[in-house]
């Protein structure tokens, strides 16, 4: 099993398998021949008003934490239309297909960015199928 995270400007590699890009808008400016992605699934991004609450720039604006950020966008990654994606991909990753999941060239810092989260989620998903190992009662 194999997801890789990446920005979308990121060089791509060989290894990187299907390349799926997931933010809520296309790279401005970008010409369709240019994009570095298989794939578009906008539904996995966060929604427009939970980017804009956690990258809020205007010091009278009060940002959201990446803790209610990460919880918000854990919430709606349950929608139906999300859910169904992520199952796709967890059975793409658990057939032994590679994804990478591709965001913003302006985000930088994964551990911060709902790629991170999102690769969680299909982790969490694709071992939700992997059936348990042997009983731990110690039973023969």
């Given at each position: ?23 809520r ?11 570095t992605?298989?794939?578009w699934r ?35 990654m ?38 991170s ?16 190992g ?7």
């Amino acid at each position: 099993m194999a997801i890789r995270t990446k920005r979308w400007d990121e060089p791509q590699e060989a290894e990187d398998g299907l390349r799926i890009l997931i933010t809520r808008f296309r790279p401005r400016g970008l010409p369709k021949e240019k994009e570095t992605w298989d794939i578009w699934r906008k539904e996995l991004a966060p929604s427009p008003d939970l980017v804009k609450a956690y990258r809020e720039k205007d010091p009278s604006h009060k940002s959201i934490t990446w803790e209610v950020y990460r919880s918000r966008y854990l919430k709606e990654m349950q929608d139906p239309a999300a859910r169904a994606q992520i199952e796709k991909l967890a059975d793409a990753v658990a057939a032994g297909h590679t994804i990478t999941l591709l965001c913003s060239s302006t985000c930088y810092r994964e551990s911060r960015c709902h790629r991170s989260l999102l690769k969680q989620l299909i982790e969490e998903e694709v071992a939700r199928r992997t059936p348990a190992g042997p009983s731990s009662t110690g039973r023969k």
